[in-house]
Structure formats: structure tokens, C-alpha cells
């Protein structure tokens, strides 16, 4: 499995992103798939993710309404969008990959077996 993050940068706080996720040796059938942050001195958070089995997808309460994960099967590539970004959204983004479902994939990142190598995003106020 390999994960290759792309799409971080520096934004305006107000401003947008789309981040995205390459992944290879994946079947989105079989795999949870979703990105967390961490922000320095913060552990890593769970944001969102694509179920494996049934496809729901499950967020945060904190970022609910203003990021949204899209999966374009056919290139094997998830995105975050990310709207109305604030300076406290300043982290590196990973994408992952796992068996886990739902919120047990976004809350158990001690659990995750494949991450990306992560994207910077720095938003300036």
C-alpha cells in the first residue's frame, strides 16, 4: 500500500483547498480511507473518512460543513476540499488507510497501518 499526499500549501485565512491522496495497492471496497491532521504539540486528529464495505462517510464534529472528502474511484485518489480555512487549520494533513471502519478508523489512529508521508498547510490570519 502507498499513500502520496499532494495539494498543501500556504492559504489565506477565508480561503480554500483541495488536497489529495494517490493511493496504490488499495481496493476502496476493502479499506477505510480518510485524512487526519496534526498540528504542532497536538496529537494526530481524525477528520474524515470513506468506509470500507458500505462507503458512508464519517467526520469529526469539528469539521463538519466545512471539509468534504470525494473519491474518484477510477483514478484510485481521494480529495479533502477544505472551505473557509482559519489559522488554527495550520497542520500537516496525512491521508490513511486501514481495515478499520467508520468513526473506529477516525478515532484509533494508534491503529492505522498505512499513512502518507503528509502535506504542510499553513493558513495566515
Known amino acids: 500500500v502507498q499513500l502520496v499526499e499532494s495539494g498543501g500549501g500556504l492559504v489565506q485565512a477565508g480561503g480554500s483547498l483541495r488536497l489529495s491522496c494517490s493511493a496504490s495497492g488499495v481496493n476502496f471496497n476493502d479499506y477505510t480511507i480518510g485524512w487526519f491532521r496534526q498540528a504542532p504539540g497536538k496529537e494526530r486528529e481524525g477528520l474524515i473518512c470513506?468506509?470500507?464495505?458500505?462507503?458512508?462517510?464519517y467526520y469529526s464534529p469539528s469539521v463538519k460543513d466545512r471539509f468534504t472528502i470525494i473519491s474518484d474511484d477510477a483514478k484510485n485518489t481521494v480529495y479533502l476540499q477544505v472551505n473557509d480555512l482559519k489559522p488554527d487549520h495550520t497542520a500537516v494533513y496525512y491521508c490513511?488507510?486501514?481495515?478499520?471502519?467508520?468513526?473506529?478508523?477516525?478515532?484509533?489512529?494508534?491503529?492505522?497501518?498505512?499513512w502518507g508521508q503528509g502535506t504542510q498547510v499553513t493558513v495566515s490570519s
Open positions: 470513506i468506509s470500507n464495505a458500505d462507503r458512508s462517510t
Open positions: 490513511a488507510a486501514d481495515l478499520l471502519y467508520g468513526l473506529n478508523f477516525l478515532d484509533n489512529a494508534d491503529y492505522i497501518d498505512h
